[in-house]
């Protein structure tokens, strides 16, 4: 199975510099060309600005407050492989897990933010001992994506007394 969620990152790049070219025109017809005229609808030019700056700024910031990631999964072959980076406002270093099947011991879900903010951490066996990978965002997958994913890595984990190893502590 592979799985990537780009569109949903590209669609977040849309939003967000809409979101600037929107600020952006505000501020050009608000204050530099003084097309709107204040106070409209009652309220000030301050409280206005206040208000679309708010907005703006929840706008592009979302996406890092949630710790959205670019990912993508495959596990054709021998090996699991996760390729992911931040996709905030400045997207971050390129990061890739390659484990082999049988190598992989398991993962552990991880939620933050009353669930809004969903990360898992990835374990393999190596000779020294267990291996505890960084933890990898899943927030901006869609649910149906992140099933499919933990179904996925729940059929490699190894079993133990009928249990996989997707709640190791």
Do not use: C, H
């Not at 600005?49 to 979302?62: D, E, G, K, N, Q």
């Not at 990835?122 to 505890?132: C, F, N, S, T």
């Not at 179904?151 to 190791?168: E, Y």
Request: net charge positive; proline share 3%.
């Amino acid at each position: 199975m592979t799985l990537n969620n780009n569109k949903s990152i590209i669609n977040l790049k849309i939003r967000a510099r809409t979101a600037i070219i929107l600020f952006l025109t505000y501020l050009i017809l608000a204050y530099a060309a003084r097309v709107i005229k204040f106070p409209l609808l009652g309220i000030s030019s301050t409280v206005w600005t206040i208000i679309v700056s708010l907005i703006f700024l929840f706008i592009i910031f979302f996406p890092v407050l949630l710790e959205y990631q670019y990912l993508f999964y495959s596990d054709e072959g021998n090996d699991i492989i996760f390729r992911y980076f931040s996709s905030g406002v400045v997207e971050g270093k390129k990061n890739s897990v390659e484990i082999n099947k049988k190598t992989f011991t398991g993962f552990t879900l991880e939620k933050k933010f009353f669930g809004l903010i969903q990360s898992i951490v990835l374990y393999q066996r190596l000779k020294e001992g267990v291996a505890k990978y960084p933890p990898i965002f899943i927030s901006a997958l869609n649910r149906k994506d992140k099933e499919k994913l933990l179904s996925s890595l729940n059929s490699f984990a190894p079993r133990i007394k009928g249990k996989t190893r997707d709640n190791m502590s």
